[in-house]
């Protein structure tokens, strides 16, 4: 029944009661019409409209600087700056999809901590893993692995695959929390935006070069030797269809707000956020990008991610996450860039994305 209906009903009932107290007749009928009491005057309140606040909107010198960044970069670049403080959200080209590479491991990360909290794994589980486990590029767990196996925790590979970006760590750990679809269902089932996530660092990297993944690739330079062997037009056809469409491509504009909740525990208990948040900002890459511009007092709590480079352009470049002033005050950044050369812009560009952001910060609380 709707409320209308209900409402109706439930009128209508009052006034049949009201006849029948004043003697007049209800004809048998609950739902028939009668005439208006009269004892006293109906008044009608008029309820105000509820007005819906608009989005507030970043400062004009901090947008215009965020834009000029980005126009002015070698390459491709997507900025996006929240301030959740303030409530506003400062983009240039945050809405197009950019490769995440390494980035991604975040959102196996929040969904190993949300199976966490869902009493579905522990992070103490013990897991081995072996030769067949091993994957590609920065895997410096592999020497153990190489040795005999080797047999550790689900919390100890999510804390290796977000400080150091160990691949292997985060495949594995992906794998023991329901694979690729368990990540994709937890981005859908929190409603995180226009994110992807691929199959996985050996199906992803191997396409992009072109390649069909074999697990001979994970040993030495073997993936390397194979990828050099392609015909170039096979290689640049394969990096150009990344970049256009990429696989695991996620826009800044939704990586920004998915942080912003995740900082205000809207993703995971409480517990699972904090861990979490302690675990990104014990992160030891990306010591040339926002973290070198960091004034003292500052902190960023975050996640790089870095492709393959072809002909020296670079499929992806990327530092996101939470920074936070001296006094308490927290953004969070998404900048994600495609640079057409391998010169260092693309860290350029994030140190300076970052001292504007703090030199607005600095100036709007000198106010």
Not at 3 to 29: I, K, M
Not at 51 to 77: E, K, M, V, Y
């Amino acid at each position: 029944m709707t409320s209308h209906l209900c409402r109706f009903l439930t009128g209508a009932g009052l006034v049949a009661l009201t006849a029948l107290a004043h003697g007049q007749p209800s004809n048998g009928d609950p739902l028939a019409p009668l005439p208006p009491d009269t004892s006293k005057p109906q008044s009608t309140v008029q309820q105000p409209a509820l007005r819906q606040l608009p989005p507030r909107i970043a400062p004009a010198a901090l947008r215009d600087r965020i834009t000029s960044l980005g126009r002015s970069f070698n390459g491709i670049a997507g900025i996006s700056v929240v301030s959740m403080t303030d409530g506003w959200q400062a983009d240039y080209n945050a809405t197009t999809l950019f490769p995440q590479q390494s980035c991604s491991k975040l959102w196996v990360a929040i969904t190993a901590m949300d199976a966490v909290d869902k009493g579905r794994i522990s992070l103490n589980d013990r897991v081995t893993l072996r030769r067949d486990d091993l994957t590609l590029f920065h895997q410096p767990i592999s020497t153990k692995i190489l040795g005999g196996g080797h047999t550790t925790t689900l919390g100890s590979l999510l804390f290796t695959a977000i400080t150091e970006s160990d691949n292997t760590a985060n495949d594995k750990l992906m794998r023991s929390v329901g694979g690729p679809q368990a990540v994709r269902d937890m981005i859908a089932a929190k409603g995180l935006g226009s994110i992807r996530f691929y199959e996985g660092e050996r199906a992803l990297q191997s396409k992009i070069a072109g390649l069909i993944w074999s697990q001979s690739y994970s040993i030495g330079d073997a993936f390397y030797k194979a990828r050099g062997a392609l015909p170039a037009s096979v290689r640049r056809a394969s990096f150009e269809r990344y970049i256009a469409d990429p696989y695991d491509g996620a826009a800044p504009h939704s990586v920004a707000l998915a942080l912003a909740r995740l900082k205000k525990g809207e993703l995971l208990s409480p517990a699972s956020t904090q861990r979490l948040l302690a675990t990104m900002g014990s992160t030891k890459t990306g010591a040339l990008r926002v973290r070198a511009a960091l004034k003292p007092g500052w902190k960023w709590s975050h996640k790089t991610g870095t492709g393959q480079d072809f002909q020296g352009r670079v499929g992806g470049i990327n530092d996101i996450g939470i920074l936070t002033a001296p006094d308490g005050t927290t953004y969070t950044m998404a900048i994600m860039t495609v640079p057409n050369k391998a010169d260092g812009a693309s860290q350029d560009l994030m140190q300076a994305v970052t001292r504007a952001v703090m030199a607005s910060h600095e100036a709007r609380r000198t106010l």
